[in-house]
């Protein structure tokens, strides 16, 4: 069975020119373990400011100020994403959106360390009127979490993440996934889908690290880009030059400080470049494709109502340690 999904989420292979030492299994669980508590401590913090009329930017931007205090640095723009958006909305540079007085809000938080990644997120129900459609999404990815160990396959976890979902009355979104991370890497190649695929998909190996990220949907449990909707960024190797002097600035910021890791194009603006100029760049790369575009994904149906949880966690010999439930 083939599962759809965005092809920006996956990524089998670090930037080109990032270089890092060699570690320890024990200095690499000390380092997921780091980024986990302090992707959970600013998950939890932002959740709790999301309430009516708050605004987006400023939250996006309280939580890239809280990730740079602990000293780590940002694995996955904070993902902001209101009722029928699943994923990919961070702000815009300069964004005037606002949480509104009814809905669901998903907060979507990735820190590294080292380049050793947590990625985790929850939904909020912003007056109560969304609590199944939460607890739905709680309950299958620590379920999933439960049944994760060495030699399961990836599509069975759908099946119980389906299960689980389906039970409460909603769809699951077939398009979105969990995800292998590695280091450097956010979406690493293997998935664990919100659907069934019975004895498919990727097995897990011992020592892999996954988060498990499940999606329920009140619609017909599926989502679709929005092409006129791309706050999120990747660096892509260059197969051309750029001609133009923003562009060719935009690349090398996007390669060297964020280790051709996802940014916002927010972020660009603490790194000598003018909105102008970001702009500029981004288009002229985007033409020639040294760039990667996270498009905004949206519920069929703008009345569509779609809730996440997302937990980060080491597989163990028995079972899974989560990273980011701290």
Avoid at 190 to 199: I, Q, R
Wanted: aromatic share 4%; charged share 25%; hydrophobic share 40%.
């Amino acid at each position: 069975m083939s599962i759809m999904t965005h092809p920006a989420r996956f990524q089998t292979k670090k930037h080109p020119g990032v270089k890092s030492e060699e570690v320890s299994d024990e200095i690499k669980r000390e380092k997921l373990f780091e980024a986990g508590k302090i992707a959970s401590k600013i998950r939890k913090h932002i959740a709790s400011k999301v309430v009516p009329g708050a605004s987006v930017l400023e939250l996006c931007n309280e939580a890239d100020g809280m990730i740079a205090d602990a000293g780590a640095t940002i694995a996955f723009p904070i993902n902001i994403s209101i009722n029928n958006a699943a994923a990919h909305y961070t702000a815009s540079i300069d964004d005037d959106l606002l949480i509104p007085d009814k809905g669901v809000v998903k907060v979507d938080v990735g820190v590294q360390i080292d380049g050793f990644i947590a990625d985790t997120a929850q939904s909020v129900d912003i007056d109560g009127s969304y609590t199944n459609l939460v607890q739905a999404t709680i309950d299958a990815t620590n379920l999933a979490i439960k049944m994760i160990r060495p030699g399961t396959m990836t599509g069975d976890l759908g099946g119980v993440i389906q299960k689980v979902i389906q039970k409460y009355g909603y769809e699951p979104v077939k398009e979105l996934s969990g995800h292998m991370v590695d280091r450097h890497i956010v979406h690493a190649g293997k998935t664990v889908p919100c659907v069934a695929n019975p004895g498919g998909g990727d097995r897990v190996e011992l020592g892999e690290v996954y988060a498990i990220e499940t999606f329920a949907s009140t619609g017909q449990g599926s989502v679709h880009p929005d092409l006129n909707k791309i706050t999120i960024f990747r660096a892509s190797p260059l197969r051309v030059r750029p001609r133009g002097k923003a562009a060719r600035k935009v690349h090398g910021v996007a390669s060297r400080q964020f280790n051709g890791m996802p940014f916002a194009a927010r972020m660009l603006l603490k790194h000598g470049l003018t909105k102008p100029q970001i702009m500029i760049g981004l288009r002229e790369l985007q033409k020639i494709r040294g760039i990667v575009e996270y498009h905004v994904l949206n519920g069929v149906e703008k009345s569509d109502m779609i809730s996440q949880h997302e937990h980060t966690m080491i597989i163990t010999e028995t079972g899974a340690e989560v990273t980011t439930d701290q």
